[in-house]
């Protein structure tokens, strides 16, 4: 049974283990591979302190995590913005990042008129997961051209 909770700080090494797992591969050829290691979960213990962060279990186990802020790129305080999201390589397809994603929508719907996210220009995977969970490119582009944003109004 797929259950979605609030993250805490102590799920620091699950989420980081998934962004890990997810990263190397989701984003072969197109990113260097990251390693887990303890600088990253205490920089992850840190942000899930201080953001919205939702962790996804599957049968107790953590399949995936979401959370949102206020926009980063522009600094925006009444944009929202969906931080990150993944979901663990064993679980893909079926169904836990839309799950996620309905999550992270009701909280961003909740405090923002509007959200934004970035994602990898190159990168079908991740965009045809943002257009069908009713996100649209907005046709900005940073990083030479290697991140495109997307947009949803509430
Ligand atoms: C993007 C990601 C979060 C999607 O999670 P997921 O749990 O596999 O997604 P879902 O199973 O809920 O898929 C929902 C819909 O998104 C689309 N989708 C998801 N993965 C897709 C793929 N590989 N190819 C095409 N469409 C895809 C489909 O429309 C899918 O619906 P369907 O399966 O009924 O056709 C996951 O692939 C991931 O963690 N990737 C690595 C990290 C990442 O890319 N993060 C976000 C980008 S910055």
């Known amino acids: 049974m797929l259950t ?11 989420i980081v283990r998934i ?8 984003f072969v050829g197109l990113m260097p591979p990251i390693t887990l290691d303890e600088a990253r979960i205490a920089r992850w213990s840190g942000d899930l302190a201080e953001n919205h962060w939702w962790i996804a279990e599957y049968d107790g186990s953590p399949a995936g ?22 979901v663990d390589p064993a679980y893909w397809r079926s169904g836990i990042g ?7 929508l009701e909280a961003l719907a909740a405090d923002y008129p509007e959200a934004v996210l970035w994602t990898l220009t190159n990168y079908p995977q991740a965009q045809r997961f943002y257009e ?5 490119p907005d046709g900005n582009t940073r ?7 997307y947009r949803r109004r509430f």
């Open 132 to 136: 069908s969970t009713g996100w649209t």
């Open 143 to 149: 990083a030479n051209n290697t991140q495109l944003s």
């Open 19 to 26: 962004y890990v797992d997810s990263w190397n591969a989701g």
């Open 65 to 86: 995590f979401a959370g949102i802020c206020p926009s980063r790129d522009p600094v925006q305080p009444d944009l929202g913005e969906l931080d990150t999201i993944a």
């Open 98 to 104: 839309r799950a996620l994603m309905q999550t992270a």
């Open 4 to 14: 979605i909770r609030r993250a805490l700080v102590e799920d620091a090494p699950r």
